[in-house]
């Protein structure tokens, strides 16, 4: 049902007197014919707008002062009587507040339900890192307890133990350093130095230094296509050897034998679109829209025998948005998985 507004209220209540009126005034007067019709509508007329003004007045007034804190409450402001007249000049006052009402209420509760996300995040994000940072230092723990108990005068195993507690802390080193460069990344404390360079080299280099692993793991490292001139792109090239080297890891760490791994390069305007796709396990549906996410692992069996701190995606989506690029993966399991960024082309002199 829809509710009646103020200016209807209005003419509700000058319409009332005005009838009254007519009804008293025609049977007490000793007018007639043509005479008392026009004193009846000229009076009826003077009667209905006096009232009409006066109840509008009241009215409003009334409205003005019950909804001034309201409107304080969702707008957080000081506002005063004559400048929320104003804004509701020719507005239909009711509805208007009921409109402001639903979208503050609306946006309130889509900040709970965001607040509520990330405190589930947080949760997560401190229950992961004190996992991944509980199982180095039990280790460690475990290797010295046992050197002290008598190992150490042991040399079958005392030196053993002391490279498996340097394993252990190195593993920790490289969690605290991967946090670190979130955190800087998020930041923006860490800055970064552009230049201009050639993304089919910088791809070659990374091949090279992974050849050996991806020829133990079975895997061909290749382009889609001979990319024999260059292609240049501004960016900074520590940081995007960082995540080239992470994407180039990761499909061969997750690949079977046999599998392949592919980069392509298309030409989409002002930037450069770079494609690594690879023939391995692939990422379930559910996963796919956690995978950037801080130590989040699709197998987390197999990704710690993998080694890695679970944090190597979530640097490589800071480094692409700190370069104001975006970066995605699509996938299917058991088919493999593509990952695709942009970068900036580097600009003609």
């Known amino acids: ?18 009838v009254l ?21 000229g009076l009826m007329a003077l009667l209905f707008v006096t009232v009409y003004f006066l109840a509008s007045y009241f009215i409003d007034n009334f409205i003005f002062e019950k909804i001034k804190p309201i409107y304080r409450t969702i707008h957080d402001t000081r506002i005063s009587g004559k400048e929320l007249k104003k804004t509701m000049i020719g507005k239909d006052i009711i509805n208007e ?23 589930k995040y947080r949760r997560e994000f401190l229950g992961n890192v004190s996992h ?21 005068e042991d040399p079958s195993i005392n030196r053993l133990y002391l490279e498996r507690a340097e394993k252990s802390i190195n593993r920790m080193i490289s969690i605290v350093e991967d946090l670190e460069s979130i955190s800087r990344l998020e930041s923006g404390e860490l800055k970064l130095n552009f230049e201009n360079f050639n993304i089919v080299s910088l791809f070659n280099d990374v091949f090279e230094l992974h050849e050996m692993q991806a020829n133990k793991q079975g895997v061909k490292l290749s382009f889609s296509k001979n990319y024999d001139k260059p292609i240049r792109v501004c960016a900074d090239k520590k940081r995007i050897i960082e995540v080239v ?4 890891v990761n499909s061969i760490k997750y690949s079977q034998k046999n599998s392949k791994t592919t980069i392509s390069f298309i030409d989409i305007g ?6 690594v796709s ?9 996963d796919i829209q956690r995978i950037f996410e801080r130590f989040y692992r ?19 989506k800071h480094i692409i948005e700190a370069h104001n690029q975006t970066i995605s993966v699509r996938s299917k399991l058991g088919q493999g998985s593509t990952f695709t960024f942009t970068l900036n082309k580097a600009k003609e002199k």
């Not at 199982?135 to 108990?149: E, K, M, S």
């Not at 690879?278 to 559910?286: H, P, Q, V, Y």
């Open 270 to 275: 002002e930037q450069i679109m770079v494609e």
């Open 298 to 316: 699709t197998d987390k069996s197999r990704s710690r025998d993998q080694g890695g701190t679970g944090l190597g995606l979530s640097i490589v």
């Open 97 to 119: 507040v009921k409109n402001e009402v639903d979208d503050w209420a609306r946006h309130k509760t889509e900040e709970i339900d965001e607040l509520k996300q990330l405190e």
């Open 245 to 248: 080297n992470n994407l180039v």
């Open 21 to 41: 009126f007519v009804l008293v005034f025609t049977a007490t007067t000793s007018l007639s014919g043509g005479y008392l019709l026009i004193a009846i509508l």
């Open 278 to 286: 690879d023939t391995g396990m692939g990422i379930a549906e559910k």
């Open 132 to 152: 991944e940072l509980k199982t180095p230092i039990f280790n460690i723990q475990g290797y010295i307890l046992t050197l002290l108990d008598g190992g150490l």
């Open 1 to 18: 049902m829809k509710a009646i507004s103020p200016k209807q209220v209005a003419i509700y209540i000058a319409a009332l007197p005005s």
